[in-house]
Antibody, heavy 118, light 107 residues
Framework: QLQLQESGSGLVRPSQTLSLTCTVSGASISSDTYSWSWIRQPPGKALEWIGYFSQIGRAYYNPSLQSRVTISVDRSKNQLSLKLNSVSAADTAFYFC??????????WGQGTLVTVSS | DIQMTQSPSSLSASVGDRVTMTCRASQSIDTYLNWYQQRPGRAPKLLIYAPSTLQSGVPSRFSGSGSGTDFTLTISSLQPEDFGTYYCQQSYSTPLTFGGGTKVEIQ
């Protein structure tokens, strides 16, 4: 059974870098069928797509975050990672990783709350 | 970016009611539209994709329709476990974008 589990720091200081890892079990992150995505949701607000790592090994980002975000894959650990630098309070959100097929997310992690505060 | 607008923003209905919510895209997205359900404190769950195919395991009381710019999600007979917020998402072009959600409450 496919499981995705986010982990990382729950509290980040303003201007620092947010780092999260998504550990995938029950499927290979190297699959040529799926891509792997990060999506976030500020508390009480709507979902925002951050970006994804595609089957062909390329990363695609939301232009609104492109200058600050890096998504990568560690195939040896079956993990997806997210780095978002120069964070501010506006980056406080629940962060979800998800498996994506044909640009819809068919499996999600439970999500992790990241708070940006000094 | 393609903007997705959902209406209503919230609704309250009784068990057994037929419930309909809509999603409108700022430009034509053909049939590249997906629906998710999110219960409080939980991750979203894929309900319907493209825009009328039920994800495996989703009850048949859920249905989706539409093309171009206007889409509908219908729950034929509302059940107590259907509370939560429903989001549409376009997969026509990047950046993928979501609607603002329709919150469903059970009376």
């Amino acid at each position: 059974q496919l499981q995705l589990q986010e982990s990382g720091s729950g509290l980040v200081r303003p201007s620092q870098t947010l780092s999260l890892t998504c550990t995938v079990s029950g499927a290979s992150i190297s699959s040529d069928t799926y891509s792997w995505s990060w999506i976030r949701q500020p508390p009480g607000k709507a979902l925002e797509w951050i970006g994804y790592f595609s089957q062909i090994g390329r990363a695609y980002y939301n232009p609104s975050l492109q200058s600050r975000v890096t998504i990568s894959v560690d195939r040896s650990k079956n993990q997806l990672s997210l780095k978002l630098n120069s964070v501010s309070a506006a980056d406080t959100a629940f962060y979800f990783c998800a498996r994506v097929f044909d640009d819809y997310a068919d499996n999600w992690g439970q999500g992790t709350l990241v708070t940006v505060s000094s | 970016d393609i903007q997705m607008t959902q209406s209503p923003s919230s609704l309250s209905a009784s068990v057994g009611d037929r419930v309909t919510m809509t999603c409108r895209a700022s430009q034509s997205i053909d049939t590249y539209l997906n629906w998710y359900q999110q219960r409080p404190g939980r991750a979203p769950k894929l309900l319907i994709y493209a825009p009328s195919t039920l994800q495996s395991g989703v009850p048949s009381r859920f249905s989706g329709s539409g093309s171009g710019t206007d889409f509908t999600l219908t729950i034929s007979s509302l059940q107590p476990e259907d509370f939560g917020t429903y989001y549409c998402q376009q997969s026509y072009s990047t950046p993928l974008t979501f609607g603002g959600g329709t919150k469903v409450e059970i009376q």
